[in-house]
Structure formats: C-alpha cells, structure tokens
C-alpha cells in the first residue's frame, strides 16, 4: 500500500479558491480525490493516471483542477469557485489497478486521513 497524506485545507468563503496537496510514499497508476460530509457515502470528485489521465465528477468539472507530479509523487486538486456545498472533508486514494474511476471507492486501497474544506457564504 502507498501512505498518503493530505494538505492544503482550511476556511475560505465562498467564490474563494483552495489548493489541496496530497504526498505519497510511490507513483500508484492510478490517484483520485473524493470528499465525505458526516453521515453521507464518500463522494469521488476526479481521478488522474499515471500518464496524466482526467476525469471529473460533473459537479466539479470546470471549477477543480486534478494534477499530479509524478518526480515529487504528490497528488494535487485546485479548487476554484468554492460554494458552501463544497465543505466536506477531502480525501486522497491511491489504487494499483487499472480501473480508474471517479464514481466508487472501490477500486483504491491506499487512503489519506483527509483535510477539512469549509466554504461560508
């Protein structure tokens, strides 16, 4: 497993902008974000591959930004336009298949303890 840890959260209002970094231990294929409020399931945002891959959850698409460097094995997620509905806590994964995907948690095995975005109107 990769051991990832998480940065870059805080307090911002609304229209404001974060940049979450996420270190890890190796280059898995594939790296994502998701994001969980209390007492819902995780919620995947956008997944990058190895060779710098996208995909977007429709609700994020044009407003986050995934990226990664694959020199510095770190995991990047810039955020702009944030809205209250944004708050959550933020997680990086990391998964050593192939499958690649925003929509299930399933295919990742490696998980950051996560970094709280609060957006206030």
């Known amino acids: 497993q990769v051991q990832l840890v998480e940065s870059g959260g805080g307090s911002v209002q609304a229209g404001g902008s974060l940049r979450l970094s996420c270190a890890a231990t190796?280059?898995?294929?594939?790296m994502a974000w998701f994001r969980q409020v209390p007492g819902k399931e995780r919620e995947g945002l956008a997944t990058?591959?190895?060779?710098?891959?996208?995909n977007y959850r429709d609700s994020v698409k044009g407003r986050f930004t995934i990226s990664r460097d694959n020199s510095k094995n770190t995991l990047y997620l810039e955020m702009n336009s944030l809205k209250p509905e944004d708050t959550a806590m933020y997680y990086c994964a990391a998964g050593q298949g192939r499958r690649c995907v925003w929509q299930t948690p399933a295919p990742y095995d490696s998980w950051g303890e996560g970094t709280q975005v609060t957006v206030s109107s």
């Open positions: 990058i591959t190895r060779s710098g891959t996208t």
């Open positions: 190796a280059s898995p294929y594939c």
